[in-house]
């Protein structure tokens, strides 16, 4: 078998709390921190290019990255440091004037999507209660609060970008618009906030992980309302959980839509968690030792 090899090392003065690679170029990596910041490291050159700060909250928690397939735009979710309820809402930093400016107003964490040539802020999206809700009218007041972002993707054309978090609802925006285009109320009963939310190959249908109770729903976009099918994810009593007792869970799909992967375990803080333990329905596997809290595959790595 062929041995993998170290080909650089990105070093981060905060925790690391999101990794993301730039399917276009497929050299370009994201590395987002707990203090507001994203590295953007290049593997052909093996040095970071740039350094870009995403809000003024020194304390900031980048938690999610995705990059749009398409363009060269990257979408970041940053939560600050206290809860939702304590923390001020800081604006991004290089965000020009809009009239939608409000959707930064309020507490617990933001939505941008950022240029990946400069580095600079394009987009807000509102992810306070009032763009979730249907009714909702075109006056906001200032003291709605934005939600904590937990888990972002992009389709498979980049156009549409899905994000989930604190409220345990299911946004869809399209990347033109602040405002989502699409949402629902997507908790599994018991639990308390989503920690991770998927597009399934065909884009037909949402998978969502609900923080605390190891349940998977999946649901059709064409027919809201309840959860087409939904999944338990196996209780694994090694894995760790959050100071709430709240065990968090992610998902990863293959590429033909026929099977997924969950891990189980404590949401990365500022301080080091106990490994995650991987499960599916087939096998178990465990992390081995305690350094290794987020890993990305470079897109053109060979599996064999």
């Known amino acids: 078998e062929k041995a993998c090899e170290l080909q650089g090392t990105v070093f981060c003065r905060s925790a690391i709390g999101a990794l993301e690679w730039d399917t276009q170029t ?3 990596l994201l590395c987002g921190s707990h203090d507001s910041k994203i590295q953007l490291w290049s593997a052909s050159q093996r040095r970071v290019l740039r350094t870009t ?3 003024r909250d020194p304390a900031g928690r980048v938690v999610a990255l995705a990059c749009s397939p398409k363009r060269p735009l990257f979408v970041v979710a940053l939560n600050h440091g206290g809860d939702a309820t304590s923390v001020p809402s800081s604006p991004p930093l290089s965000s020009p004037p809009s009239s939608s400016s409000s959707s930064l107003d309020g507490t617990g964490g933001m939505l941008v999507a950022v240029n990946l040539k400069t580095g600079r802020h394009v987009q807000s999206f509102r992810t306070d ?3 979730s809700s249907s009714s909702s009218s ?3 007041s200032s003291s709605s609060s934005s939600t904590q972002i937990h888990s972002c993707v992009f389709n ?3 156009n549409m ?3 989930g978090g604190s409220d345990g609802v299911v946004r869809i925006f399209e990347t033109a618009s602040d405002k989502p285009i699409m949402s629902w109320p997507a908790l599994a009963e018991g639990a308390r906030q989503l920690s991770c939310v998927r597009f399934s190959v065909n884009e037909t249908t949402v998978l969502t992980a609900s923080a605390g109770s190891g349940v998977i729903d999946e649901w059709s976009l064409h027919k809201l309302g309840k959860p087409v099918r939904s999944y338990l994810a196996p209780d694994i009593a090694s894995s760790s959980a959050d100071q ?6 992610e998902i990863a799909l293959d590429s033909e839509g026929h099977h997924f992967i969950s891990t189980s375990g404590a949401p990365l803080r500022c301080t080091p968690p106990p490994p995650f333990t991987s499960s599916s329905s087939s096998s178990s596997l465990r992390t081995r030792g305690s350094s290794n809290r987020l890993t990305q595959k470079h ?3 060979s599996s064999s």
């Not at 709430?244 to 869970?249: A, D, E, F, P, V």
């Open 138 to 140: 075109s006056s906001s």
């Open 53 to 55: 700060t995403v809000s």
């Open 26 to 28: 497929d050299e370009l």
């Open 161 to 163: 970008i899905l994000a």
């Open 299 to 301: 897109p053109g790595l």
């Open 129 to 131: 209660s009032r763009s």
């Open 156 to 158: 498979h054309n980049g």
């Open 244 to 249: 709430s007792g709240q065990r968090w869970y």
